[in-house]
């Protein structure tokens, strides 16, 4: 007998959420995860540099004082159109000296802070400048809507930052490539991490430009969205609390050894953006990696096998 498809999301929302089912607090007060207590009190900090990387309309409503308008771009077509992916080094060092940045600058990121996606250009604009080699990032945990919410002061005016003097060149073990994909999918050693919904790892949904359905075989599904508060009854999003995210990565099949290698990939390599935030800077795993075509790359290519109709990590 066929199941309809509400009883099929039914019946994979309910395996996800078995996994997801604790709240726990902020993580804030990481060092790469400040809170907006922290920020307030830094923001005379001479080393440091906020970056809003919210839709620049919001820029123009209000912004975080000091801040310098940082939309983009982060993520490029790249030459052959077939993926949105990191852009040239040249081009990412010049745009983020035009964003004041220096090589001792201590730079916090943050986004509207409403929802996963949104937190993910954050995390994105964090996984850049580590793939540059600077370390020295942070995201705002809740984003401006927290910021707004504790009634911290805001600006409408635009800032221009003074040209830094930023340097940096992409560190290969940052980022996978579509052939490095293909020469890891059979290596038992490497864990790839799905970041989209559960109905689109199991192949019952994709988004209209992903050419196919499903997931790379193999594949752990750790939807970005339960990586933080959304959903639940809080007043900004926030990261989950470490130990809970913890009991997560443990839930999802991710190994307990911080040298393992993971590939994160999501469907164009945003989303991904937030599951290499989580698992290098709050759980400290240390060699992440995203899969910067993600699935809009590899569904495109028939060379690259995609399971559909049934979970990727079997041993779950």
């Not at 919904?197 to 594949?219: C, M, N, T, V, W």
Request: glycine letters at 10%; charged letters at 20%; aromatic letters at 10%.
């Amino acid at each position: 007998m066929t199941k309809r498809p509400e009883l099929l999301n039914g019946v994979i929302a309910g395996a996800v959420l078995l996994f997801f089912s604790l709240a726990g607090a902020s993580a804030a007060g990481t060092k790469s995860l400040v809170c907006v207590d922290w920020l307030a009190d830094n923001l005379d900090r001479r080393d440091l540099v906020i970056l809003d990387v919210s839709e620049f309309t919001n820029y123009q409503r209000g912004h975080i004082p000091g801040a310098v308008k940082a939309f983009g771009p982060w993520q490029t077509m790249n030459d052959d159109f077939l993926g949105f992916m990191i852009p040239s080094p040249d081009k990412l060092v010049k745009m983020l000296r035009e964003f004041g940045i220096n090589n001792n600058s201590f730079v916090v990121v943050y986004d509207e802070g409403t929802t996963a996606r949104e937190i993910s250009k954050s995390a994105r604009a964090l996984w850049t400048l580590h793939s540059l080699g600077h370390e020295d990032v942070a995201l705002l945990d809740g984003g401006f809507s927290a910021w707004k919410r504790e009634g911290r002061q805001v600006s409408r005016k635009p800032v221009a930052a003074e040209i830094g003097n930023f340097s940096g060149n992409l560190i290969p073990g940052k980022v996978t490539t579509l052939s490095g994909v293909k020469k890891k999918l059979d290596n038992d050693q490497v864990v790839f991490l799905d970041c989209r919904s559960a109905p689109e790892h199991f192949g019952q949904e994709k988004k209209s430009h992903i050419d196919r359905y499903g997931h790379l075989p193999g594949s752990r599904l750790w939807p970005a969205g339960y990586m933080t508060t959304a959903g639940l009854d809080t007043p900004s999003l926030l990261f989950r609390e470490v130990g809970v995210l913890k009991k997560m990565a443990a839930g999802v099949g991710i190994p307990a050894d911080k040298s393992v290698e993971i590939v994160i990939y999501s469907n164009r390599g945003l989303t991904a953006a937030l599951g290499y935030f989580v698992l290098h800077d709050l759980l400290n795993y240390q060699n992440v990696k995203i899969f910067d075509g993600s699935i809009l790359e590899a569904a495109g290519d028939k060379d690259i096998p995609m399971t559909k109709l049934k979970w990727g990590y079997n041993n779950l």
